[in-house]
């Protein structure tokens, strides 16, 4: 079986609806009835069962074609010689091979030619020389796109399933009789009790839309409720808003959305 994985590149180190039409690849698998037709026969050498049984059973399948497309998009990539040391040293760090003794056990082990083993070794920077490739000319725009979602926000919360009893917090807080940390240990009912009622800093995005445009629209330190919310009512106060900036960090994090919305792209198309 892992011989026949292996051929597929199932067994690989491991490694964010948007339109990427413009900047799609078209990678097709059509090796995968060939594919599928060797995993559903017995092994010749062992008493193995047929692997595609077992693939399903695991829900492995998905993650092979994922795996499949990755490869053939980076098959143009390479690496060059410093990389690709750095890369094997690396992967022999974290495999915990200090001493060729152990190296060649590994490769024993796991039935690997060194050629093998540096294409998993170097498979990882390859995907990320490829995301690179793709999309670095598209993340300005993909930025501004996204912008509003990628602010995050730091606020306050209180949240209450009895009315009545929001009523009564939201004028003890308007009245300055007690402060919101207080309140939120004391009566909130959600996960924010044990943070004094602070949430984030956290996305907007990431909130229900209703929730993300009432926080948008508070100015800081407004006191916003109660407002009737799911199944209970919620008091509000913007502590801070913080703007997404495109560095580094946000960058990457662009260029991944990308790429598994691509991949994604590739995984529901058809074959032919």
Same mark, same amino acid.
Not at 211 to 222: E, G, N, W
Not at 226 to 236: H, Q, V
């Given at each position: ?5 292996r051929?597929?590149?199932? *067994? ?10 413009p900047f799609s690849?078209?990678? %097709?698998? %059509? ?9 559903? +026969? ?8 047929p ?16 795996? +499949? *497309? ?7 990539i390479?690496?060059?010689a ?12 974290q ?12 490769l024993?082990r ?7 083993l =540096? ?10 020389k ?6 670095q ?6 930025? &501004? #796109?996204?912008?509003? %979602? ?22 003890r807080?308007? =009245? ?23 949430i984030?800093?956290? =996305?907007?995005?990431?909130l ?6 009432? $926080? %948008?629209?508070? #100015?800081?330190? +407004?006191?916003?409720g ?7 009512? $919620?008091?509000?106060r ?9 560095? =580094?960090s946000?960058?990457? #994090? &662009? ?6 919305a ?5 995984t ?5």
């Open positions: 079986m892992i011989a026949a994985l051929k597929y590149n199932v *067994i690989a180190l491991p490694c964010g609806r948007i339109n990427v039409r690849i078209l990678v %097709r698998y %059509r090796d995968l009835p060939e594919m599928l037709e060797t995993l559903c +026969q017995p092994s010749t050498t062992t008493q193995e069962e692997m595609l049984p077992r693939l399903l059973a695991y829900d492995m399948l998905p993650q092979l074609l994922r795996e +499949q *497309i990755i490869d053939r998009a980076i098959e143009p390479t690496c060059s410093d990389e690709t040391t750095e890369a094997v040293q690396r992967f022999f760090e495999q915990g091979i200090y001493q060729d003794s152990a190296y060649a056990i590994w024993k796991y039935s690997m030619a060194p050629t093998q =540096e294409f998993a070794a170097t498979r990882p920077l390859r995907i990320e490829f995301k690179t490739q793709m999309w000319h598209h993340i300005n725009s993909y930025f &501004l #796109q996204r912008k509003d %979602r990628l602010d995050r926000i730091i606020y306050s919360c209180v949240r209450v399933k009895d009315g009545s009893l929001a009523n009564e917090l939201y004028y807080l308007r =009245e300055g009789e007690q402060v919101f940390s207080e309140l939120a240990r004391d009566y909130s009912e959600g996960p924010e009790a044990l943070t004094g009622g602070v984030g800093p956290t =996305e907007l995005g990431c229900p839309q209703p929730l993300a445009q009432i $926080l %948008r629209a508070s #100015q800081a330190r +407004q006191l916003r109660p407002i009737p919310f799911a199944t209970c009512f $919620l008091i509000l913007v502590e801070k808003m913080i703007p997404a900036q495109l560095d =580094e946000m960058r990457n #994090q &662009l260029i991944g959305e990308l790429f598994e691509w991949l994604q792209q590739q529901n198309m058809p074959n032919g």
